[in-house]
Nanobody, 117 residues
Framework: VQLQASGGGLVQAGGSLRLSCAAS????????MGWYRQTPEKQRDLVAS???????NYADSVKGRFTISTDKAENTMYLQMSSLKPEDTAVYYC????????????WGQGTQVTVSS
């Protein structure tokens, strides 16, 4: 399984970006999917996740500003980011997990998001 993340870039504070994560197979096969972010100073932290049933979960720091969603017809997961802050600057990674006896865990390559003040 391959995950291809895209959509990062440079944006001013208060602006918006939409990240995409395209999967090489049907996302119906995943138990849950999510977005993580990492800076050189911090570990990779969960930003938002969505289950196969559509249940979402967000880090407190992004609640009300970010929205995670999936398009099962396109096998793609999105992260709509609004009201961006400089502290949102990080490399964003998409993740997909599937429970098939044991957990299978897949990562996309990172996409850089830089928010200028």
């Amino acid at each position: 399984v391959q995950l291809q993340a895209s959509g990062g870039g440079l944006v001013q504070a208060g602006g918006s970006l939409r990240l995409s994560c395209a999967a090489s197979k049907s996302i119906f096969s995943f138990t849950n999917m999510g977005w993580y972010r990492q800076t050189p100073e911090k570990q990779r932290d969960l930003v938002a996740s969505i289950t196969s049933g559509g249940r979402t979960n967000y880090a407190d720091s992004v609640k009300g500003r970010f929205t995670i969603s999936t398009d099962k017809a396109e096998n793609t997961m999105y992260l709509q980011m609004s009201s961006l802050k400089p502290e949102d600057t990080a490399v964003y990674y998409c993740n997909a997990r599937a429970l098939r006896g044991t957990w299978e865990n897949y990562w996309g390559q990172g996409t850089q998001v830089t928010v200028s003040s």
